[in-house]
C-alpha cells in the first residue's frame, strides 16, 4: 500500500506535495541540551511508528555554532539502548568525537566541551554504537549543526533560517505492514521524507533561497534538480563554502555528503516547482539507479521492486510566495579563498582497498572489507603522525560506489579514476563516493590540532548498512612528542581564557617552565615563571591553535590553546 501511495505522488511533477515541511528548532549558546528519548509518530493511517529522536519524537534540533565559540554537548541517553553521538563533519579531539568508544549508557549524560574550529559548513550528528547506527539514525536520531563564521557572515548570501536558508534532511525509510520501522539491509526504502516530513510541500520567497541538502539516508544516492530544470547554484561542500558557486541542473549526493545550493526564485511568486531526484539518470553501479551492481546478476534482493530505484520523483513540492523584506536576488560571483594541501608536502601514502568479503554474483550484497579487514574494536587498522600530511588512495573493487567518510579532518579530492573533480568537488569534503569496479579517488589532507595516543578516530563506508557490517576501520594520530605527559583535554582550568584574544593568564607555581608552541611547532615564547599569575601577550598572534608547554617537577603538560 505504501508503494503505491509514493508510486502516484513520487514519480512525475503532476502532483505536489501535501504536508508542510516540518523545520526543526535551533539550539544555539554555549550549552546545548540534547536528550535521546523514544518517541511515537504518525507516518501512515493505522498504528503510530515507535520513533527515536532528539528532544522530541522525531529527529533532533538544529544546532547553531559560531566558529571559535567553546560548545558543551549535554547528551542525556533516555532510550533504553545504549548509543553514542558523533557530530560529523566537525573536527574535534577524539574523545569528544562520538565514535563508537564514547558509548553513552541509558541514564547517564555525556558532556563533551570543545572549541568550535570549523569554517562556516553544514554538518550533523548522529549515534555511531557498531552495528547500531543504522537502526538508531533509521529511527530517527539525526540533527544539522550549522556552524557561521565573519567570512562567511560578510557575504550577501540568504541566512534566515526557515524562511531563505531552509535545511533540508533528506531520508528514505523501510515500514512493515504495521508501520514500523525496518532496518534489515534488504528492507525496500521506500518511504521518502524530508526533514521527517512524508511528501512535503514548501512555501519560499520570490527571491534567493539557501537550501542546505542533508543525505542522512542509509543506502540511497539521489540526483538533484528542479522540475523546471531551473539552474541552480552549488555554494558548499561537505567542508564550508567553495571558491565561487558552481552552475548545475543536476547534483549527486550520497550518504553522509552535504551540498549548500542557491536557487534564484526572483520574479517566480505565484508559480509551483519541485526539488526532485532523477534517479533515472544515475550511472549503474550506484544505490538509487535501475541497476545498482556493474552488470546483469549482481542486484540487490528485492531491489526491482522498490519504486524509487532508476526513478524519477519529487523531494519537495515548492509553492513561490511574496519576497521578505531585504531579500538576496542576485548570486554572488565569489565565495572564499582555498589553499589546498600540495602534493609535494604529502610525507606519507596510504593504500585503502574495497572488497566484498564473498566474490561472485552475490559480491554485492556485502559484508565489505577495507584492505581484507573487518572493523574490529580492538584494532587500529591506521597510526599517523601529527601534523602528518598524507595522500590517501581509494580503491574500490566491489560493484557498487560506497561513500568513503573520514572523521577528524577535511580532505580536498585530488582526482577520481585519474581525472581531476569537478569544480563542485574541489571544496573542503569529509565523504566522497567512490565508483564501482576498481574505482579509484585520492585526496589530500592533513592531520592537525588533535591527537590522542589511545582514543580512535573511524573511517568508514557511510551506507550505515555497510558501516554497521564492519566496512569500518580506525585510526590513531600519535602525540608529537615521545613519552610526553600528554593532557587529554585541550580546557584546562588553570589556564583561561581559551580561546583568548589578547592576555592569556596561567595559574602555576613559581619556578615552572612555560614554554609556547604554534602549530608548526615553532618556538613562540618561553619563561620561568616568577609569579602566580603569569600572562602571556596573545594579541600580536595569528588566530589558530597554540600548544603551551608546562614543566613542572619533570612533567610535562601540554595545553591546546586556541588564539581568536
Ligand atoms: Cu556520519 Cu563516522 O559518521
Ligand atoms: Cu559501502
Redesign the pocket.
Known amino acids: 500500500m505504501k508503494r503505491i501511495f509514493l508510486l502516484f505522488l513520487g514519480l512525475g511533477n503532476l502532483a505536489y506535495g501535501q504536508n508542510p515541511l516540518f523545520i526543526p528548532s535551533t539550539l544555539s549558546g554555549n550549552t546545548i541540551n540534547l536528550s535521546l528519548q523514544n518517541g511515537s509518530v504518525n507516518f501512515y493511517p493505522g498504528n503510530a511508528t515507535q520513533t527515536m529522536g532528539v528532544n522530541g519524537n522525531l529527529l533532533g534540533p538544529t544546532i547553531l555554532l559560531d566558529r571559535y565559540q567553546t560548545v558543551t554537548m549535554n547528551v542525556t541517553n533516555n532510550l533504553t539502548d545504549t548509543t553514542t553521538i558523533?557530530w560529523?563533519?566537525m573536527h574535534v579531539a577524539p574523545q569528544n568525537d562520538g565514535?563508537p568508544h564514547t558509548v553513552i549508557p541509558p541514564g547517564t549524560t555525556w558532556s563533551p566541551s570543545f572549541p568550535v574550529l570549523d569554517w562556516a559548513t553544514t554538518n550533523?550528528y548522529?549515534p555511531?554504537l557498531h552495528m547500531k547506527?543504522n537502526e538508531h539514525v533509521q529511527k530517527g536520531i539525526a540533527g544539522m549543526i550549522i556552524v557561521r563564521d565573519d567570512i562567511e557572515a560578510a557575504l550577501d548570501l540568504p541566512r534566515t533560517y526557515g524562511v531563505d536558508d531552509i535545511p533540508l534532511v533528506i531520508q528514505t525509510k523501510a515500514f512493515d505492514a504495521s508501520n514500523q520501522i525496518i532496518t534489515l539491509e534488504t528492507a525496500l526504502d521506500t518511504s521518502l521524507m524530508i526533514n521527517g516530513t512524508i511528501d512535503p510541500i514548501s512555501n519560499l520567497p520570490a527571491q534567493v533561497v539557501r537550501l542546505r541538502l542533508l543525505n542522512g539516508s542509509s543506502e540511497r544516492v539521489y540526483n538533484i534538480g528542479f522540475s523546471s530544470n531551473q539552474t541552480f547554484y552549488q555554494i558548499g561542500s561537505d567542508g564550508g563554502l567553495l571558491t565561487a558557486p558552481v552552475a548545475l541542473t543536476r547534483l549527486r549526493i550520497a550518504p553522509?555528503e552535504r551540498m549548500e545550493i542557491l536557487v534564484d526564485f526572483t520574479g517566480m511568486q505565484g508559480q509551483n516547482t519541485a526539488l526532485m531526484s532523477y534517479g533515472s539518470e544515475l550511472p549503474s553501479a550506484i544505490y538509487g539507479a535501475s541497476q545498482p551492481g556493474m552488470g546483469a546478476g549482481q542486484t540487490i534482493p528485492n531491489y526491482t521492486l522498490n519504486p524509487l530505484n532508476g526513478a524519477n520523483f519529487q523531494l519537495l513540492g515548492i509553492s513561490i510566495g511574496a519576497q521578505t523584506s531585504n531579500p538576496i536576488t542576485t548570486i554572488p560571483s565569489s565565495l572564499v579563498a582555498h589553499s589546498p594541501w600540495l602534493q609535494a608536502n604529502a610525507s606519507t601514502t596510504r593504500t585503502l582497498t574495497f572488497s566484498p568479503q564473498t566474490m561472485g554474483p552475490t559480491a554485492i550484497q556485502g559484508p565489505f572489507l577495507i584492505n581484507m579487514m573487518p572493523f574490529d574494536m580492538m584494532m587500529i587498522n591506521q597510526y599517523i603522525p601529527f601534523e602528518n600530511t598524507e595522500i590517501w588512495t581509494l580503491t574500490n573493487n566491489t560493484p557498487i560506489a560506497h561513500p568513503f567518510?573520514i572523521?577528524d579532518v577535511q580532505f580536498y579530492v585530488l582526482d577520481i579514476n585519474g581525472v581531476a573533480p569537478p569544480a563542485n568537488q574541489q571544496g573542503r569534503k569529509d565523504?566522497i563516493l567512490v565508483p564501482a569496479g576498481g574505482g579509484v579517488v585520492r585526496f589530500i589532507t592533513k592531520f592537525e590540532d588533535f591527537y590522542n595516543d589511545t582514543i580512535p578516530y573511524?573511517?568508514?563506508c557511510?551506507m550505515l548498512t555497510h558501516?554497521d557490517g564492519g566496512m569500518?576501520g580506525q585510526f590513531i594520530v600519535n602525540s608529537p612528542i615521545v613519552g610526553l605527559n600528554e593532557s587529554q583535554t585541550s580546557m584546562e582550568s588553570f589556564v583561561y581564557p581559551n580561546p583568548v584574544i589578547d592576555f592569556l593568564t596561567i595559574d602555576t607555581p613559581i619556578g615552572s617552565r612555560l614554554v609556547l608552541y604554534d602549530n608548526t611547532g615553532r618556538f613562540i615564547w618561553g619563561e620561568t615563571t616568577d609569579k602566580m599569575n603569569q600572562k602571556i601577550d596573545f594579541s600580536g598572534l595569528k588566530t589558530g591553535v597554540y600548544f603551551l608547554n608546562q614543566v613542572e617537577n619533570e612533567q610535562t603538560r601540554v595545553i591546546k590553546i586556541f588564539k581568536n
Do not use: L
Open positions: 558523533h560529523h563533519g565514535g550533523w548522529h555511531h547506527t553522509g567518510h572523521h565523504v573511524m573511517y568508514h557511510h558501516e569500518m
